[in-house]
């Protein structure tokens, strides 16, 4: 049994309330060492030894380095070799996402239980989950997990109908909301204090998840897990779940995760979406840079378009970057018509005959004015419409007044 020599440290915090992720890193090293760090099969042990009320015990020295092989993890326990009971974990929300994440949970030996608004009973029987047609009915079954797989812009709605009474108190709130700001904000007003909260976004789905999850983004902010008790247990083994499917576990603040989403994740489904307006279709000569725009537009319009709205809705961050979007399309087109900007100019200043205005002379003659060979004729190509084309801060001459020929 390890020793409570003052030269070392406890691995768990005893009797502390680190409840926050604020907290928590305010906190010497080895707390956010032992949750976040450790090989899988070690937190294992570590949940089993903590289950069991024994401490672990390391030095400083020993968390700085490899902390799976410097501390003594020989402890024996009466708990080490019982087998933990699956956690119970209840899903609102069983569309797309829903039952995709079900799946993985199931896989890892959890037991399953949904609600929604429609009715996925026969889902259910085939898959192996219980399908609840009330949200009180599966509230009964007191759950470990509550898992919120709703549509973002259904969360509220949802989140404020549940009969909370009904669940134990030491019941976590997750939800996988592809915004994460405003389930924690929503979660903080309206869950009672005794529940966790873990928001999480698994940066993956149904599509790009479909071979599997190894090597996928998991995204998780611990917003409030108390400390020293089952409920932190349950925090790490439903995190373990998602760490022994292979995903790479990023723990991130809500407030960072948008803004990072905003600029990856709302920009790549925003331009699926453009480019669905498109109609791309594939032809015989696809490059490889074409067949990810049409892989890119397959997999946009596949999710529902309340999920991005939501993206947009609920991120703070969306409409810069919807601005940064509108601002780098006109440059490149800056930059195309910038030179034919150029190539008019060098007409007007060196004199090189431009394609005029028609007068009732020249339109009778009209077929025998040419165009040079780069410029589409003077009926495609008015000169007041080049002038829309100037690099801003540049002024473009008038061209009826100073271009050669016009008069
Ligand atoms: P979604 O359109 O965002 O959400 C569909 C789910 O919301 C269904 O379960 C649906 O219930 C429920 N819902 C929609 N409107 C509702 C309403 N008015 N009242 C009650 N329930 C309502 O599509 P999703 O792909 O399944 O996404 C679910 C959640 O997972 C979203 O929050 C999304 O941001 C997140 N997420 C999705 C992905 C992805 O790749 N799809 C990845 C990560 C996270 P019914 O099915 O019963 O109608």
Redesign the pocket.
Known sequence: MASSSSSFLHFFPTKTSLQTREDRENFPFQYKKHHYSFPSQNKINQAKLYSSGLQLQCSPLEHSLTTSTMCNLTVESPLMDKEEAPLKIAI??????????AQGLKRQGHQVMAT?????TDYCKLNGFHFFRSMDAMCEEKPDIFL????????E??VRTIPFHKLKPDTIFV?????KQFPKNLFLEVLPPEFGIVCA?????????KEGWAGLPFVYDRVRVFSDSPQDLNCQRFLNIFENEGCRMVEMSCEEHDRHAAGSQFITHTIGRILSQLNLESTPINTKGYETLLKLTENTVS??F??YY??FMYNVNATEQIDNLDRAFETVKQKLFGRLHDILRKQIVERVPLPVEVNAENRRKKNSISAPSFLPNAEEMHIRDIASFAVPGEVIPNSKAQAPGIR
């Open positions: 609102v929300g069983f569309g797309n996402f829903g039952q995709f994440i929604s608004r429609s009715d996925y919120i797989c709703s549509s973002i812009l259904s969360t709605n949802i939800d996988v909301l592809s915004v976004h698994p940066m993956f789905g149904p599509e790009s998840g999710d529902s309340d999920l939501g993206l």
